[in-house]
RNA sequence: UCCUCGGUAGCUCAAUGGUAGAGCAUCCGGCUGUUAACCGGAGGGUUGCAGGUUCAAGUCCUGCCCGGGGAGCCA
């Protein structure tokens, strides 16, 4: 018999509504605790947790023998009697009258006690299933599948950019090389360009895939791969790409909120610290923003993109995401439109979210439309033009104005859950240092 | 790449230049409502690696390796 079809099997959320029944549960036994002649196993299926008591007034003396000398994260089928019980942590628990062993588990590495963020990076298989990085998981899955539904329901379609590159999007010393068939090919950083080649046949167009920096970056915001989620519009300016990505990131938090509540009560996030719906996103220009940095006593020069430090009294002392808007082009990617009131300004913006987990999430902006400009641009930054000729194309056939953006999962996540690094708001994260498992 | 802190039991950490320890985990025993349970006992060490100073080095010095935090850069 096919293990789905057992429709005898029960899952731990459905627990609080069968009280009193008898019920069976298939799961991992997480912590044991014993009291003489009864124990209370930790228990957790994929849809939550709960307790189980295990006495030998339920069960044979084989059977209980057996249960307590469970080893952590065996993994179990049990069958009970359900109660709802005040004293059980999750609020639920099951009499056991039968245990089966499905899978053993001996010496299993990760204890109850601290461990140091090495060990657990090097136990990744098995920290992914405490309960916390189960809820980050779960809240990740959540953001991403919330901008799918978003972007769906505004028109978009999802359009797969490739990950193999021959060409640099922003600066060559960041890129991953691969050999491809004798020519050096790159790991994508992103797939805006592709989208912008995208949107002349679909108009609204999204990629969502990994990106790949070979930073040599050391810091909690920092992976060498993550996830983007990169929407490009046709008939966008500027300004309509901020008021979009505002409603992007409310849908997602919002769908967060209605969905993952137990996950967040785990996190210590509570709903009103990152609930956005009543808030307006703020509009900084860099210029007010290097004004205010100057009377703060920042020694901030006109022209180039701010240090740590700059954004963190930025952040610190902001009560709602907010974007800085036109920066000097120098400071931009070669692609970004200048501003036809001043020259020396690109019409992009960065996105910010506030307070202590707040970092900057998305880049974006209005994209050129000028063929010379952009040569200009390439050849500045002494890239390959014959590269970007297929890119250039865009302009020279029916070229619209467009806007798009890029938002960071892991810096999002890493907000709505309020961690300290991202390194936990993926499976498996890629570090400088950190290649396995 | 640079700055900075660290590497001691399976894990988290102690240890004035002078006998290498604790808590947790593991194993054994006790406890009928535990919440990282608790109580008693046992086993467990090439102090990251290689040199050097010293009567004596986990401790001081040099080099290397590995990791944490940060910078630059970025989402």
Not at 95 to 116: A, C, M, N
Not at 217 to 235: D, G, N, Q, Y
Not at 305 to 328: Q, V
């Amino acid at each position: 018999m096919a293990l789905q079809s057992d429709k005898s099997i029960s899952r731990v959320s459905e627990l609080t509504t069968r009280e009193g029944e008898t019920v069976k549960l298939r799961g991992w036994v997480y912590a044991i605790r014993s009291s003489g002649k009864i124990a209370f196993l930790q228990f957790r299926d994929g849809t939550g947790i709960c307790q189980l008591i295990v006495s030998e007034n339920d069960m044979s003396g084989d059977e209980y023998n057996l249960a307590t000398g469970l080893g952590i994260e065996t993994s179990v089928q049990v069958e009970g009697t359900a109660k709802v019980e005040s004293r059980a942590p999750g609020g639920v628990e099951l009499i056991v009258k039968h245990l089966t062993v499905i899978g053993q588990s001996e010496d299993y590495p990760i204890g109850r006690k601290e461990h140091g963020p090495d060990f657990l990076l090097d136990k990744r298989h098995l920290w992914l299933r405490s309960p916390k990085q189960a809820a980050i998981l779960r809240i990740r899955s959540s953001v991403e599948h919330a901008a799918r539904l978003f972007l769906h329901d505004e028109g978009f379609f999802e359009f797969n950019s490739p990950i193999l590159t021959p060409t640099a999007c922003e600066e060559t010393t960041l890129l991953f090389e691969v050999d491809y068939f004798g020519l050096s090919a790159y790991l994508t950083q992103s797939g805006q360009l592709y989208s912008e080649a995208g949107i002349t046949a679909l108009e609204r167009v999204y990629c969502f895939g990994p990106s790949f920096r070979a930073e040599k970056s050391k810091t909690r915001k920092h992976l060498t791969e993550f996830w983007i989620v990169e929407p490009e519009m046709a008939w966008f300016d500027a300004e309509d790409n901020m008021e979009f990505q505002e409603r992007f990131i409310k849908a997602m938090v919002a769908y967060v909120l209605e969905h993952n509540e137990k996950d967040l009560t785990l996190m210590k996030r509570k709903p009103e610290d990152i609930d956005l719906s009543a808030k307006a996103f703020e509009i900084i220009t860099y210029d007010d923003a290097v004004k205010d940095l100057k009377a703060n006593g920042f020694k901030t020069e006109w022209g180039r993109d701010f240090g740590a430090e700059e954004e963190a009294h930025l952040i610190k002392k902001m009560e709602t995401p907010f974007f800085i808007y036109k920066y000097p082009v120098e400071a931009r990617a070669f692609y970004i439109e200048r501003d036809p009131s001043d020259d020396r300004l690109a019409l992009s913006s960065d996105t910010f979210l506030h307070g202590e987990y707040g970092s900057e999430i998305c880049t974006g902006g209005q994209r050129a439309s000028s063929v010379e400009f952009l040569e200009e641009q390439i050849r500045r930054l002494k890239l390959n033009l014959e590269d970007y000729e297929w890119y250039l194309d865009i302009r020279r056939y029916g070229s619209v104005p467009h806007s798009g953006f890029g938002l960071g999962i892991e810096r999002t996540v890493r907000w709505i859950c309020g961690l300290h690094h991202v390194r936990e708001t993926i499976p498996f994260p890629r570090m400088l240092k950190r290649l396995s498992p």
